[in-house]
């Protein structure tokens, strides 16, 4: 195998800890299959479409049928997915209250195909309540598909977190025009972060974000340590071993790490990575929790991220994380009504 400045570039060796598959030039396929039921599941559900004739509401992902994969060729990203679905939904007219109900079929989903010429049926069961039909065919159809145009970038975004693996020359590129002088921070929307290296071949950064939760801290901390909860918000099974130097599995292995401090109610530092970074690389998560008035406070600091993956992991944490935490304590909240 040729070393840098040596013999053919597709198959150069790059000194780095995850040499292997380096630039990203063999084809690797992940399966996207059981993740994107779950998400299909989370854009499609609850949608509500209102107008002048009533209002009506998507139910249930009743039928899901199909596969979704991503592969990476030649540091190129390449998705195949084809999906039929059928929905359920029920709506109430307007004027005179009456209720019907029907479904939406899309029965080819596929990357042959743009969402805009996606097919999407809508019928209704047997009655009146066209109006209802019709507000599901026009208002309805233009809700499913941006819906389905938010899989479709969750599956390019979230998905496909370090599925790129950066190569030198991209490191290089980044470097030169990231770093700042000493005592400089980088700024990302008002963020401060600073560039860091570990050991001498990955180039990293800070993340830091703060998030307000309409929970007490000690429930907050709790939803971090307690399996049946982390496996609520995550919606996959889970490994949480809430002691110094416990394991943490999370999202079907895409997350995995161990906890090296628990300060009940208050802090947890975490050793986390992704299965797609760097192998054996891992970032230090520190979780700060206060109580506010009504309200408590998470700070996260996550130091360590690899740079290629400073966005997937910012947004891992926005959506995986924080967004469906939100969602938990609020069914939690309903089902005490």
Known sequence: MAKWGQGDPRWIVEERADATNVNNWHWTERDA??????????????????????????????????????????????????????????????????????????????????VDDTEINVSKKKGEGDVLKELMRTEGTTKVREALRDYLKALKTEFTLGMILPTKAAV???????????????????????????????????????????????????IFTKKELVQKFSKCPAVIEAEKGGKLLMF???????????????????????????????????????????????ELECKGVPVSHEESTRQCWKKQYFEEIHLLLQQSKDSME
């Open 33 to 114: 299959t059981s993740w994107s039921k779950r998400k299909l599941k989370e854009v499609l559900e609850g949608l509500v479409v209102e107008g002048e004739a009533g209002r009506c509401e998507i139910g249930d992902l009743k039928h899901v049928e199909g596969e979704a994969s991503c592969n990476s060729r030649k540091g190129k990203l390449i998705f195949f997915y084809e999906w039929n679905l059928r929905l359920s939904w029920k709506g109430t007219v307007k004027e005179s209250g009456e209720k019907h109900k029907g479904s939406v079929e899309i029965p080819n989903l596929s990357e042959e195909n743009e």
């Open 172 to 222: 290089g590129q980044e470097l030169a025009t990231e770093r700042k002088p000493s005592g400089s921070p980088v700024q990302d929307s008002g963020t401060p972060q600073s560039l860091d290296m570990v050991g001498v071949k990955i180039p990293t950064v800070r993340i830091h974000m703060r998030e307000l939760f309409n929970s007490p801290a000690d429930e907050l901390y709790s």
């Open 252 to 298: 079907e292995g895409c997350v995995s790490g161990e906890y090296t401090e628990l300060v009940p109610s208050q802090r947890l530092v975490l050793k986390w990575r992704c299965r797609s970074w760097p192998e054996e690389h891992y970032a230090t998560v520190a979780l700060t929790f206060q109580d506010l008035a009504a309200q408590s406070e998470l």
